[in-house]
């Protein structure tokens, strides 16, 4: 490093030399050379240095996605500092579609992130580009005791007897409401609804009498007029992409299998009748927003509806329960999900850390990937209601904090311990998503027949897949 | 659309338009020069252009040849490159997905540079005359030209919000329930178009208003003279006259519209569907998102191709126009 | 041609013409600000206000804790550094690489002259996504990717727009000058410092603003070749505020205001410079 300061001094010199240039370009020169020798400067400010100590200064990069969370983890980093001098953590925040471009991109570039977070859909195909390192090694290491984990989440980053992960939280999907707009319309907590394709149940009784239009009459009263409605009953999420959050649960609660032995299956009658029955609570029945609203594509117009006034109910995963704290300005809860003809199933979810397989130091890295799934950053991430740590131990943390805000989260914990549906995992998953998602998109948006386009999903989604 | 192409791309297809001129100018001073500069050694001629001279070929010229090279492999970035022949075309001439990406490309650049062409003349021509304020209206109207096109993708994303949004609140003043602007398969891609052409619209402008000034003031009076009405002396003297401007600014209008990338990825993301999945914004997401290197590759190819020919047919049939040119 | 029509009916004379351009020259000027002015508003509005009340009402409180945060949380002091460094060095570079390819090629005989020129000038039609893949090739086996050089170097030196520009001013100065030096026994590095960049300030200016604001406003490769915070630049910490779960619509926005000022204030400074770009390039 010392030897390339100094060529850059000299460099500079023989810029400053030509004492005669005339001005702007003599300054021109002097600043480029100038410039390009800080950045050089700047991008090898990590470049090891000989060890003085027992432990040589290590500089550790973890990327995650969520911005609420990320404050949470700055915190518990700062004790994992406290408690390792000698190694730095940056903690870098990528949100949306980008996060996983710019992980695809690194892990091929070489320079991945040392540890980030991962989602078991992506997995597979990190773990076929040679991008992640087990962390078998880590466990063992450090005694990380494995039975104090939801058993459930454990082989969500598990392959071929080694484990790459393990879970950070856990996620399940329920129904958030307006507790303004249930009063005014003199409803209850919708606490035990129910929905079926053909008549819709009591979700859609309670989705009427929450919709309005600009004179205030209800959906389903005599003349009701649904061109000017300023108020949904109730927003499914009507997105090719919000499986999640939206269809996915619909489509398990009917008994629809999702995804089976690396192929998508819901290519039958039954995951018709859903898809039908989600578009008529838009053009048949008038209680939900069009797809058009609610399928932003760069972001999350639903939330963003809600939190406008324009939306009474909508489905949304605990992870969000921050964002939503800090959008609202009226009162609000949480509902169980309506619950289908085969009763009550929450998509659920486990986000994982890796650990990157070219790391520079894994020694460190597996200190802090430790760190981070331990029981004591769990504890921190649910107890500030960041989100539910992956230990049954912890969950109690969570509930506390939001009932201190009046919120009761139980909901979510109910349906992780009842019936859940898991996420896809398959190779190629990228690609194959959004094939898969763009037919569904069309269906949603009413440019092609249910049947046609739900077909037409699984199929491009299948091919994608294969190839 | 992202000022790459507004810098290095737009006047310089003027550059290669009038490129022949200019070298034909040069080769024109040749002789009285060459005597004087008699002396200078050519080896000090390459030293000057040594920088720009690496600088095109390792990060142009190079890079133009690999992505031909690519485009007969397949390949993840990862492994070794495999030999694919002609595969990745074949699958790209094949997939519908290319096919709609190509046609939403075409519909967007006539949508952007059509409605450009026609709204910078007419404020140019407006612009004209003399009077107060003109220039005033001049700066307010260039400024959106430097904006950084991501950072005012998301202003107007969210003031074309359907719910939160000022456009939609204004027409739910006046009873009107605005569409998803860009969440829906008919709104999104004018709605994208509609922002480049207000980036662009003001510096388009700035050419027409330097071509009109360059238009001598005694050939529209000799038709006045002549009983020509102003609609008259418009369509037969002031358009034949700006025909090289005209030119040029659909040149560059054309080739910067097809790369419209920055707006495109935070305003829409390519979606809803694939209504706004410009081939640019399609190359993108299937070499850094999918890790298909080759296929990507193919896609560049097709798309430079695509250019290329474009710009030549606009030379071929301009040329015969640029008759009036006074030179 | 709907704009010349009510010209061409006007008996009221020219007054009502007048008035009809003004009005028309208002409603376009307020298009073109409009989004600035809301956006400044924005930023400055609190996430819950923004969902619960119409766009045009007044920020209450003003949340100007929405920049700090930017600067505290989001590190948008280093991508405010980072950004300035390549925005700079790319304008500082590409002035003086182009300013010599555009001496050389106006000023010097040497063999291929206009082969290369025809050259670089054909460069301007290669699409900027076409080169993408092969760059983050070339940059990744360079060991580079994530550093600021990853992007500064690719376009320090080859900008043949900046050496049409240049070389175009450069052919109008007149040649007895340069005779002169040469008789006074100027070198060719001294004509260039000495007699040609100082009559050449204005299109250096006008170039070197040019790139800056091109650096300034690169998304694409920034996107691709960086992925932390150390290397992010501006574009790049925008585009990450959206997100999938909840976007912070007063930071987005914030942050967009922030990389939007500058260049307001850069214009507005040298505005005469950036007007004049469409006189250099050829066209009056």
Redesign the interface.
């Known amino acids: 490093m010392s030897q390339r300061k100094q060529h850059e001094i000299t460099a500079g010199d023989k810029g400053r030399s030509r004492g005669r240039l005339s001005g702007m370009f003599g300054a021109c020169l002097l600043f480029s050379t100038l410039s390009v020798a800080s950045v050089s400067l700047n991008g090898s400010s990590s470049s090891p240095k000989v060890a003085a100590k027992t432990h040589a200064p290590v500089t550790l990069t973890y990327m995650l996605w969520d911005p609420n969370q990320e404050v949470g983890y700055k915190q518990s980093i700062a004790q994992f500092e406290k408690k390792y001098p000698y190694i730095h953590v940056n903690v870098e925040q990528v949100t949306g ?1 980008a996060y ?2 710019k992980l ?2 690194s ?3 070489g320079n991945a992130p040392d540890l980030f977070w991962d989602n078991s859909s992506y997995f597979p195909t990190f773990l076929k ?2 991008g992640l390192l087990s962390v078998d090694q880590f466990i063992k290491s450090n005694n990380v005791n494995l039975s104090d984990y939801y058993s459930s989440l454990l082989p969500l980053f598990k392959s071929g007897g080694h484990y790459y992960g393990l879970t950070k939280d856990w996620d399940t999907v329920a129904m958030i409401f307006n507790k303004t707009m249930l009063n005014k319309a003199g409803l209850a907590q919708p606490a035990n609804l129910t929905w079926n394709p053909t008549t819709g149940g009591t979700l859609l009784k309670y989705a009427e009498d929450l919709t309005l239009d600009s004179s205030g009459k209800h959906a389903g009263q005599p003349g009701f007029d649904p ?2 409605i300023v108020q949904y009953g109730f927003s499914p999420n009507l997105a ?1 992409g919000s499986w999640q959050t939206g269809y996915g649960n619909f489509l398990a609660e009917a008994g629809v299998t999702y995804f089976k032995n690396g192929k998508w299956q819901y290519a039958t009658p039954t995951a018709v009748q859903v898809f039908t029955f989600l578009n008529n609570l838009v053009y048949k029945w008038h209680v939900a927003p ?9 972001y999350n ?1 639903v939330t ?2 809600f939190a ?1 006034g ?1 939306v009474a109910m909508y489905m949304d995963g605990d992870w969000d329960l921050s964002t939503i704290a800090s959008s609202v300005k009226f009162p609000w809860g949480i509902a169980p999900l309506p619950s289908g003809p085969k009763g009550r199933v929450s998509v659920t979810n486990g986000l994982g850390i890796n650990v990157y397989s070219h790391t520079k130091n894994p020694q460190a890295a597996g200190l802090l990937w430790a760190w981070l799934t331990n029981k004591s950053t769990q504890s921190l991430m649910s107890s500030e209601g960041y989100v539910w740590g992956s230990m049954p131990s912890v969950d109690s943390l969570f509930v506390k904090y939001w009932s201190g805000k009046g919120l009761n989260v139980s909901p979510f914990l109910e349906e992780e311990k009842g019936r859940t549906v898991l996420g896809v995992e398959a190779l ?1 998953f ?2 194959a998503w ?1 094939a898969a998602s ?1 037919e569904l ?2 269906v949603f ?1 009413k ?1 092609v027949p249910v049947k046609t386009g739900v077909y037409a999903s699984v199929q491009a989604g299948n091919a994608a897949l294969g190839g | 659309m ?15 338009g ?2 022949r001129n ?2 034909r ?3 024109g ?2 002789p ?3 005597s ?2 008699h002396r ?1 050694r ?1 080896g ?3 030293l ?2 040594l ?6 070929l ?7 040849i ?2 031909i090279v ?1 485009s007969f492999f397949h390949w ?3 492994g070794s490159p495999t030999y694919a022949g002609l595969n990745n075309y074949e699958t790209l001439f094949r997939s519908s997905q290319f096919w709609q990406s190509l046609r939403v490309t075409v519909e967007y650049v006539v949508m952007t540079v059509v409605p450009l062409v ?1 709204l910078s003349l ?2 140019a ?3 004209n ?1 003399k ?1 107060a ?1 003109a220039s005033v ?8 030209w ?7 993708g ?6 074309f ?6 456009i939609n ?1 204004a027409l739910a003043h006046i009873g009107i ?1 605005g ?2 602007w ?4 008919a709104f999104a891609l004018p709605t994208v178009a509609f922002v480049y052409v ?1 980036q662009y ?3 388009n402008m ?2 027409f ?3 009109l ?2 238009i001598p003031t005694h050939i529209q009076e000799a038709a006045k003279l002549d009983g020509a ?3 008259q002396s ?1 369509f037969r003297i002031t358009l034949p006259l700006l025909s090289p ?1 005209m030119l ?1 600014v659909i040149v560059i209008d054309m ?1 910067s519209s ?2 419209t ?2 707006t495109v ?10 209504a706004t999945n410009l081939i ?1 914004f399609s ?3 299937n ?7 080759g296929y ?2 193919a896609l ?2 097709v ?2 191709v695509i ?2 020919i474009i ?1 030549g047919v606009q030379f071929l049939f301009f040329r015969n126009r640029l008759t009036y040119d006074l030179g | ?4 029509q009510p ?2 009916h006007s008996r009221l004379g020219p007054l009502v013409s ?1 008035g009809i ?2 009005l ?2 208002i409603v ?2 307020l ?3 409009v ?2 002015l ?2 400044a508003l ?1 930023s400055l509005k609190q996430l819950n206000q ?2 619960s009340e ?3 009402t007044l920020p209450h409180p003003y949340a100007w804790h929405n920049f700090v945060e930017l600067f505290q949380q989001d590190n948008f002091g280093r991508f405010l550094l980072n950004t300035v460094i390549v925005a700079v060095s790319i304008a500082l570079g590409q002035v003086l ?2 300013s ?2 555009a ?3 106006a ?5 291929g ?2 082969f ?23 940059v990744r086996d360079a060991g580079m990717l994530n550093t600021l050089p990853a992007l500064i ?9 900046g ?3 240049m ?2 001013f450069f ?1 109008r100065i007149p ?1 007895d000058l ?2 002169a030096a ?1 008789i006074d026994g100027a070198s ?1 590095m001294q004509v260039l410092t000495r007699v040609i960049v100082p009559l050449s300030r204005p299109v250096l200016m006008t170039f070197g603003i ?2 800056f ?2 650096g ?5 490769w920034p ?2 070749a960086t992925n932390s915070d150390s290397a992010r630049v ?2 790049v910490a ?2 990450a ?2 997100s999938s779960s909840g976007t912070q ?1 007063n930071l ?2 914030a ?3 922030f ?2 000022l500058p ?2 204030v ?3 400074i040298f ?1 005469r410079y ?2 004049s ?3 250099l ?4």
Request: aromatic share 14%.
């Open positions: 579609a996983w471009q695809t991109t892990i091929a570039g580009d040679g061109n000017h090719g069009p797809a058009t609203v609610t399928a932003s594509p760069t117009a963003d509806s406008s324009k190629n990228a690609p959004s763009a998109n069309l948006l440019n | 992202s000022l790459p192409t507004a810098i290095s791309a737009q006047p310089g297809t003027q550059a290669s009038s490129g200019w070298v100018n040069a080769a001073r040749t009285r020069r060459s004087s500069n200078t050519w000090v001629a390459y000057y252009l920088p720009c001279i690496l600088g095109t390792i990060f142009v010229l190079i890079p133009v690999a992505v690519l993840n970035l990862l026609i007419g404020l021509l407006l612009l005359r009077f304020g209206f001049r700066t307010i109207a260039v400024l959106p430097l904006a950084t096109p991501v950072a005012i998301v202003i107007w994303e969210w003031i919000n359907p719910q939160t949004g000022v609140s329930q569409p998803a860009l969440s829906s398969f207000w619209l003001g510096y700035l050419f208003l330097a071509g000034q360059g009405s102003r609609i418009f401007t040029f080739i097809f790369q990338f920055d990825y935070v305003m829409t993301n390519g979606g809803p569907g694939a640019n190359i993108y997401q070499a850094f998102t999918y890790l298909n290197i990507a590759s560049s190819v798309l430079f250019i290329l710009t | 041609m709907r704009l010349t010209i061409r007048y351009c003004y028309i020259l376009a000027g298009i073109f600000v989004p600035y809301l956006a924005a923004m969902f119409p766009p045009l690489f182009c010599m390819a001496y050389a090629f000023r010097m005989e040497f063999p002259k206009n290369l020129f025809v050259v670089f000038l054909s460069t301007l039609m290669v699409p900027n996504i076409v080169t993408t893949v092969p760059l983050f090739i070339i170097l690719p376009y320090v030196s080859s900008s043949a727009f050496v049409f520009l070389r175009q052919l040649e340069i005779s040469k060719s040019m790139s604001v091109f300034w406003n690169n998304f694409l996107l691709i501006l574009t925008i585009s505020f959206q619509w987005l926005i942050g967009s205001i990389s939007l260049l307001v850069l214009f507005l505005q950036i007007l770009s469409v006189q390039s050829g066209f009056r």
